[in-house]
């Protein structure tokens, strides 16, 4: 019963696929909605995202942001003001074409991204120098139609946060570009243990509408790469168009300078995939729902047992532990550690009449499955230092896979090779040019990922076209 519980999960190996589906299932993360391409999330995903939530949150107010929120429906006429911006969302929007029985003498959009309806408002409220700079976020979901669609990854809606700030010049908006995407790189790294390549993106794949995109990256399990973040500087793309003007100190009427930057609940989806195993999920202690999991094994005293184990999770949950007491008489206690396992609790707490008599109890750690015999009296301090540990182990696993997924092309022969037979990220030399970028995608189904900050010199040859090259960057296959 035991075994054929945890057999219910497809092995990563065989199907990567479906075992990420499996777990998001089994696990209780999340279930498939009536609706077309949409999921509902679980009370335990959820409380996953809530976490995530606050962690981000926190950094944005640190520096300086303020959360705000916008309609969720867009004016045709608004949306259609930036043709470019529209161009690159025109396939995925939905559009209310009625209101009840009456046909609307305007379509409207369900917000795909907010920058049109964020931007009609600034053209409002900011007036002068003084007014700047405003820094913006706002938590909600979006939709988007797509075809293909995936739990975390790509639904046709989720759940997101974007900023939106503007600024007095073009230094000021870079400069917060940056900051943003330091502080995502900085989140997911510390509080996901998801390793990432910070970079730009290319002209090809930049976000419809900004002046550049920057992207952090993190590869999964299978080797492909997510796009886990991304920053916009929008440069004066959308003030120019929705009118959104300032008098500066000079006494000039100028145009303001955007940015634009969002991570979204496929950071789920990165967590499931970087650190699962074929038992399940692994989650990091900083986002998980729960740290600590008690199943007491009771044996012929099952009244003092139970005592001690409420007793524990009451010390637990005063010391700002997120704890769980399973007590459930209905299930044996291996069926309970297949259960909290699949579930990716960091640690287990038994506690059996051998452990009541020592006055100890046995941890067993989740990411490694070391068991760990610990003395009532120094429970507090051991587990503290024990998920921070486990936290650090994490992203050292998940860091030693990238590296040794990661390998360098020196030609064409040697790019195809390695997208075709082995996985993971492929450094390369590029010459800038687009049409190469475009070859690549064509005959690998890779693409550019980014253009690294941390820039090697590999050779001094495009990969492609065997020209000059002027940069290393980074090509995978993606979600």
Request: glycine share 6%; hydrophobic share 35%; with cysteine.
């Amino acid at each position: 019963m035991e075994d054929k519980y945890v057999k219910e999960i497809t092995a990563k190996s065989e199907d990567f696929s479906q075992w990420y589906v499996d777990v998001i299932i089994k696990g209780e993360l999340a279930d498939y909605s009536p609706v077309r391409g949409c999921m509902v999330i679980r009370p335990y995903g959820y409380a996953i995202w809530e976490n995530m939530q606050k962690l981000l949150d926190r950094r944005f107010k640190e520096t300086g942001h303020k959360n705000a929120y916008f309609p969720l429906f867009i004016p045709e006429s608004l949306l259609k003001k930036e043709a470019e911006h529209v161009e690159g969302f025109a396939p995925e929007v939905a559009w209310v074409t009625h209101g009840g029985q009456e046909e609307l003498a305007e379509r409207i959009a369900v917000r795909p991204t907010s920058e049109t309806i964020i931007c009609s408002m600034y053209s409002k409220w900011i007036k002068s120098w003084r007014d700047l700079p405003v820094l913006i976020n706002q938590w909600c979901s979006v939709v988007r139609w797509e075809k293909s669609t995936k739990p975390f990854l790509r639904t046709a809606e989720f759940l997101w946060q974007e900023g939106h700030t503007a600024h007095r010049t073009e230094e000021d908006a870079e400069e917060e570009t940056l900051r943003m995407l330091e502080i995502y790189r900085d989140f997911v790294e510390t509080e996901l243990a998801v390793p990432v390549v910070k970079g730009r993106k290319s002209e090809n794949e930049k976000f419809a509408g900004a002046l550049r995109t920057y992207t952090i990256e993190a590869m999964m399990g299978d080797g492909k790469a997510l796009q886990a973040g991304t920053s916009h500087n929008l440069g004066q793309h959308f003030s120019k168009v929705f009118d959104i003007t300032f008098l500066d100190q000079d006494g000039k009427l100028k145009y303001v300078w955007q940015t634009s930057w969002g991570v979204s609940t496929r950071l789920i989806g990165a967590i499931i995939m970087t650190h699962g195993d074929d038992r399940g999920l692994k989650l990091p202690p900083r986002v998980a729902p729960i740290q600590v999991v008690i199943v007491p094994i009771f044996g012929q005293q099952k009244e003092e047992i139970l005592e001690k184990s409420r007793s524990l999770y009451q010390t637990l949950k005063n010391n700002n532990f997120r704890v769980e007491l399973d007590d459930r008489d209905e299930y044996t206690p291996g069926w309970k550690f297949n259960e909290w396992e699949m579930k990716g609790v960091p640690v287990r707490l038994e506690i059996g009449p051998k452990d009541l008599a020592q006055n100890q109890v046995l941890l067993v750690r989740r990411d490694t499955g070391e068991k760990i015999s610990v003395k009532e009296a120094d429970l507090i301090p051991y587990l503290t230092d024990l998920l921070e540990g486990i936290q650090t182990n994490m992203y050292k696993q998940a860091k030693k896979f990238m590296e040794e997924n990661t390998r360098e092309a020196l030609n064409f022969e040697e790019l195809k090779d390695i997208i075709e037979n082995k996985k993971g990220f492929v450094k390369a030399m590029w010459c800038g040019s687009g049409e190469c970028e475009k070859r690549v995608k064509e005959e690998t189904g890779a693409t550019l990922r980014c253009i690294p900050f941390d820039q090697e010199q590999i050779s001094d040859k495009c990969v492609v076209c065997g020209k000059e090259a002027k940069k290393m960057v980074y090509f995978a296959k993606s979600y």
